[in-house]
């Protein structure tokens, strides 16, 4: 089926540094959500994003719907030891009655303390 | 917590067996969704519900069905399992029938098939 292009796949950083990720698509989507998952427990949801441009924030995350609509970006500031995990985007295409999330592989995310 | 409950949280079973998940989405929540998570795979959507009705079809079985009950839980039926099953299952819920609604998740159920 069809999927987002979620990138990087890992990280490992240092505690304290800023973290960049972002996915990406070939079609248009009108919604844009991103996900985070510890391991082992269901996926929660960190930010919800639903017109081209908005940038809104939740603590030291940021996340953009880009201008296109073909993408989105998350970003974390000041990383600590609790940011470990895989953060996952999940799009909705802008296709009349497709009901479904798209969803990205995810992005792991490890932090040196 | 997200308030969506799942059970089993965990389930070890044999090869050709049947077996039934349970979720309870959000109070107030008529949409229902599952998905599958492979060992280090993204989430695999295979089927929603909303209010008791088939809403969509993602990547689902045909040995695997789902349902709705008019108290808005839902089962997800897996039959005649193989190893290739095992995994975790999640549901999750929104409000409404749209995709691109907010969904929670719930804790998951581990499937080990054996």
């Known amino acids: 089926g069809q999927q987002l292009n979620q990138s990087p796949q890992s990280m490992f950083i240092q505690e304290g540094e800023d973290v960049s990720m972002n996915c990406t698509s070939s079609?248009?989507?009108?919604?844009w959500l991103w996900y985070k998952q510890d391991p082992g427990e269901g996926p929660v949801l960190l930010i919800a994003l639903y017109k081209a441009g908005e940038l809104t924030s939740n603590g030291r995350l940021t996340a953009q719907f880009g201008i296109t609509r073909k993408d989105s970006f998350l970003n974390i500031s000041a990383s600590i030891p609790s940011d470990v995990g895989i953060y996952f985007c999940a799009g909705q295409l802008d296709a009349g009655n497709n009901r479904k999330l798209i969803w990205g592989l995810g992005t792991s995310l490890a932090v040196n303390p | 917590d997200s308030g969506v409950t799942q059970t089993p949280k965990h389930l070890i079973t044999a090869t050709g067996q049947r077996v039934t998940l349970r979720c309870s989405p959000r109070s107030g929540d008529l949409s229902v969704y599952w998905y599958q998570q492979s060992l280090d795979q993204g989430l695999q959507f295979l089927i929603q519900?909303?209010?008791?009705?088939?809403?969509a079809k993602g990547n689902i079985l045909e040995r695997f069905s789902a349902q709705q009950f008019p108290d808005l839980h839902s089962e997800l039926n897996l039959s005649s399992l193989e190893l290739g099953d095992s995994a975790l299952y999640f549901c999750?819920?929104?409000?409404?029938?749209?995709?691109?609604?907010?969904?929670?998740f719930g804790p998951g159920t581990r499937l080990t098939v054996t």
């Open positions: 999750a819920s929104s409000a409404r029938d749209s995709g691109g609604q907010e969904q929670y």
């Open positions: 079609s248009i989507f009108n919604t």
């Open positions: 519900y909303y209010n008791g009705e088939e809403r």
